[in-house]
């Protein structure tokens, strides 16, 4: 390994990318004056802010996509009340109409991944926009429940398309020291989307049956009139511009959000070393679905890192938690309507809170420290829960009922907050930035599968099966299952804080014939590094 005063008398160049940009001699150095040191100093951090402050806004613009999802969700358990009455429709009717939504946006994701390859990751978030209008505009003014079901499908893969590909591009746009941040936004964006849901379905609520549940709807349209101006003001993913080996264009996209021309230069580097790196596998001739389902050892990990974390994310019981609350309170013995609503309040808010305090440890913590604290931590909710369930039912005249009651409050609020801290934001960050530039669209399409599968199967069948084996049965399940989570973020997820898309791609590729888990990937990453090293400086 260089030592550290190998470095300081060798003067390098990044041979590996052509670049015209050298470490500054040691002489020179001496030379320069204090002045001009403080002055190159300041016009760095300048550029860094400037970068960075771009960065943010096309990340948020971006994020619009999740808001949709959001307040699609929020939106329709207040509309379903009216369009019940208005439409007459039946209880299976109403709980296909309300839960088909994550099936349906799986059509979304899977093609949107393919999208975004052919046409460009920004113009695929603006195709997502227009269907999910088309989607909104025809249950606004859905004269009957076929109609309506078909507005809610064009909705539901428009969903998909976006929110897909809106952390893929974010991802790709991001600097390694922010992208953990970054790609978090979407989680936050879903729950501020939830939020107008809620408010719309109160500020509508005074108007007719016929009227109101359209206006809620019809309302959702707007955050999508909002992606398409955004589309005229974010660029287009210099990775994707790179692919189609439109290189001044990726040049002048990262000119935009890099500190320096030095920096420039650098991220093109890494860009092209993983285009060459893709070149250079036998796969290259295979289609890209064709590899994902026959996958190399170091794409089989990744898919195991990507789609696993997206299916524990639901699995683990978050949408019986939090679309299920006033049934739980309600077991738990809560009579009141308005005591259940402001339980339920609490878990919003709560859920809230917490996502923006994960927005700001996850690049200074780690993913993989706040998986533990996240699944750990809602293992324990989750089978607090179920004994505060159990309790009115088989302890009556032992202690008093408030006290199963102030346990479940306290079970399910802590429950969000240790998903909200941990597998609510990672599972967005991990999926979109683990896999390949070849395959990272398609791959995260993949896991958005394990997903919305996952929530359609809790979300539409935790009644049924409620009543099989009682609610606080089901959540002992959930805690079970949140178990086997934590071995899976230990076996199965490395730490990518820190890295840049490529050095995660080859941690994964250097790191294939090593079945130790992270240990062995990161001292892989160190020789990535120390090999680096000695190439710019040979």
Known sequence: MMTMESVKVRSPRRSSSGSKYRRMEPELEEEMDEAEWSRRAAAGSLGRRRAGRYVFTCALFASLNAILLGYDVGVMSGAIIYIQKDLHITEFQQEILVGCLSVISLL????????????????????????????????????????????????????????????????????????????????ICINFGILLGYVSNYAFSGLSEHISWRVMLGVGILPSVFIGVALFVIPESPRWLMMEKRVPEARAVLLQISASEAEVEERLAEIEEAANIMKSVKSEDKAVWRELLNPSPAVRRMLYAGCGIQLFQQITGIDATVYYSPTIFRDAGIKSDQELLAATVAVGFTKTIFILVAIFLIDKVGRKPLLYVSTIGMTVCLFVLGIALTLPKHAVGLISPSVGIDLAIFAVCGNVAFFSIGMGPICWVLSSEIFPIRLRAQASALGQVGGRVGSGLVSMSFLSMARAISVAGMFFVFAAISTVSVAFVYFCVPETKGKTLEQIEMMFEVGKESRGGEVELEDTQHLIQDGKKSDSLG
């Open 108 to 187: 979304g994701s899977l093609s949107g991944g393919r999208t975004s390859d052919a046409i460009g990751r920004k113009w695929t978030m603006g195709l997502g926009a227009i269907i999910f209008q088309a989607g909104a505009a025809i249950m606004t003014f859905a004269p009957s429940f076929t109609v309506l079901m078909i507005g809610r499908l064009l909705a539901g893969v428009g969903i998909g398309f976006g929110a897909m590909i809106s952390a893929v591009y974010i991802a790709e746009i991001s600097p390694a020291a922010a992208r953990g941040t970054l790609t978090s936004l979407p989680e």
